[in-house]
């Protein structure tokens, strides 16, 4: 019936008829239709806002990654004394100071002798920190965050997949 009225003045319109206009209730129930599907929008897209934060830091962790390899490689195979500012002599692209974007925070050896290391990127829009950790001796790489559910945070924290 709504749709009917709504196309009947529409055509009188576009004919040049003279119309008096919508009614007060087609009104509100456009503007009621419109509330609903801004409520649905809005939390998604900020949402997706927090991923794509959350993305940028796990680029950062994999970049961070790729330097500390090349890091280990030139002083052979250990990690002693890396820290963020020489993973950003490596690859400029590693940011180490905190501000708007995604930081490498942590940059360290880990393992009796430093063959294993832990890297943590912090995420300032969702706190979220994203860490990559490689053990000493068997190289396994683990690939963890803090706040599952969260952003780009997946169940279970890990996210390698």
Request: aromatic residues 8%; glycine residues 10%.
């Amino acid at each position: 019936m709504f749709l009917q009225n709504l196309r009947a003045k529409m055509s009188a319109r576009l004919s040049g008829e003279r119309e008096a206009g919508f009614t007060l209730i087609e009104l509100l129930v456009v503007m009621l239709i419109l509330g609903i599907l801004a409520a649905i929008a809005i939390p998604a897209f900020f949402n997706q806002r927090e991923k794509a934060s959350d993305a940028q830091a796990k680029s950062m962790a994999r970049t961070a990654e790729t330097a500390m390899e090349t890091y280990s490689t030139e002083h052979g195979g250990k990690y002693t004394e890396v820290e963020p500012e020489k993973l950003n002599g490596i690859e400029e692209t590693i940011t180490f100071e905190a501000g708007e974007t995604p930081y490498l925070s942590t940059a360290e050896a880990t393992g009796a002798t430093n063959g294993g290391y832990v890297l943590v990127v912090t995420s300032p829009k969702t706190e979220n920190t994203f860490e990559i950790a490689r053990e000493e001796g068997s190289g396994v790489a683990t690939f963890d965050c803090e706040t599952p559910n969260n952003g780009g945070c997946p169940e279970g924290g890990d996210w390698s997949k």
